[in-house]
């Protein structure tokens, strides 16, 4: 078989017919169990930008001879305007795809993603030496493989290429560990996504050694088995370029008189869904965006001159914090905690503050509590939950009432600034009379 037309398959060649289904106005192709009888149903695929194969095993086609492609072949891959293959639900023997990724380098493919597959044996990877594909991110997810720690020779194989890779994603596959030299041949990598893993803080002291993953900005560790805040600031603190961290949905614990300094390029860290109880110290100094939603905390009283965003929504807070400690922020979100009134009066101070999210707490609709709602509602946008998801828990006569609806007025909640002025001028006109 003409080993264009193996490539063009996305190795999904299986036994039963199957059918492709283009959709021309997005530019997008899906094929379901492709065989070689079927082949020409693949033909329109090729005005696609986007190609997914779905379905079969590869273990028939692994002693398949393949050829070097004449120059005709190589003109026509290049032509092509596919610039992402999907590959799903695949058994795929991994000496089957050593052969015949090389030939990715004659097409403009850029994303190459592999979703619930199986990838089985051992490749040969040598015959990658020294070349180069136009791939540039490659994802994972839901996957089964032969571990990680050894193969270090064969990623130093693939070299050429993954030292131009810029996103990698590697997502709930089981994965354990990082192995040091692995990380040290992604030279270019800007985005690694390890989520929903099993990745523990001693495999991670490990994998982020000195000179892997020089260039990372981004990096996901969501859902995994860290617990140690402090050794996962150890952990990063060699990703000095590091912007971006996730470590939402790990269980985290504090640890006592920690020194541990964040990378100073860090802008944007999220710890929501981490139970914790308090805010950790120390947090990274220039911070832009903080997340720290769905915890447990009680109160937060930290001070951080950079930042622009803090998502506090579902915990337990008492009170908002305070906007003085955040000169420049624009966005506070604060939804379900046990708020009973918002500081309106510090956002008229400061005027900095644009998005504010504050629906399901328990609202005091005394006349500065319903009034200080409404009034910040005239300030800044208070998000879709307003004023549906904005009700008094208190004083009883206003419970289970929207505060839109609270009256406000003088009259109603300062009787005497409108009493003392009438009794004052009554009293003038008697004193004229006599």
């Known amino acids: 078989m003409n080993v264009a037309v193996l490539l063009l398959l996305g190795l999904g060649l299986l036994e039963a017919e199957g059918r492709c289904f283009f959709n021309r106005t997005e530019e997008y192709c899906v094929c379901y169990n492709l065989s ?28 398949s001879p393949i050829s070097d492609l004449d120059s005709s072949t190589i003109g026509m891959l290049g032509s092509l305007v596919i610039r992402k293959i999907i590959f799903g639900d695949l058994l795929v023997p991994e000496i089957l795809l050593a052969r015949v990724l090389r030939f990715f380098s004659y097409t403009q493919v850029q994303e190459l993603v592999f979703e619930s597959c199986i990838f089985e044996g051992r490749g040969n990877w040598a015959e990658m030496a020294g070349r180069g594909l136009p791939i540039l991110s490659l994802h994972f997810h839901n996957v089964t493989s032969a571990p990680l720690t050894g193969r270090e020779q064969d990623f130093s194989s693939l070299s050429s290429w993954l030292e131009t890779l810029q996103e990698l994603a590697v997502t709930g596959s089981h994965v354990t560990s990082l192995p040091c030299g692995i990380g040290r041949v992604f030279r270019a990598l800007r985005s690694l996504d390890v989520a929903q893993n099993s990745l523990g803080d001693e495999s991670l002291m490990l994998a982020f050694c000195e000179g892997a993953f020089p260039q990372l900005q981004v990096l996901s560790l969501q859902r995994n088995l860290l617990t140690s805040y402090h050794s996962m600031c150890e952990s990063v603190q060699l990703l000095r370029e590091l912007q971006h961290l996730d470590l939402s949905q790990n269980k985290l614990m504090a640890d006592p008189s920690s020194s541990c300094q964040w990378p100073v390029a860090l802008r944007i860290f999220n710890l929501s869904d981490t139970g914790l109880d308090e805010v950790l110290t120390p947090l990274p100094p220039s911070l832009e965006v903080l997340d720290m939603s769905c915890n447990h905390l009680r109160a937060v009283d930290i001070s951080l001159s950079s930042l622009k965003k803090l998502f506090l929504s579902q915990n337990m807070l008492q009170a908002a914090p305070s906007i003085r400690n955040y000169p420049v922020l624009d966005t506070l979100h604060l939804d379900n905690n046990s708020i009973t009134e918002l500081p309106w009066d510090e956002v008229k101070l400061l005027g900095h503050l644009r998005d504010v999210a504050a629906a399901g707490n328990p609202y005091n609709c005394s006349c500065s509590g ?23 828990h208190s004083p009883p006569r206003y419970q289970g009432r929207l505060v839109k609806d609270v009256p406000v007025s003088v009259l109603q909640c300062n009787s005497a600034a409108v009493i003392a002025p009438v009794c004052i001028a009554l009293a003038l006109l008697g004193v004229a009379g006599a």
Request: hydrophobic share 40%; charged share 15%.
């Open 36 to 63: 070689q009888e079927s082949v020409s149903s693949i033909i329109q695929c090729l005005p696609a930008s986007v190609v997914e194969f779905w379905g079969g095993e590869l273990e028939r086609y692994v002693s």
């Open 370 to 392: 319903a009034g200080g709602v409404q009034a910040l509602a005239g300030l800044v946008q208070l998000g879709q939950g307003w004023p549906q998801d904005y009700r008094c």
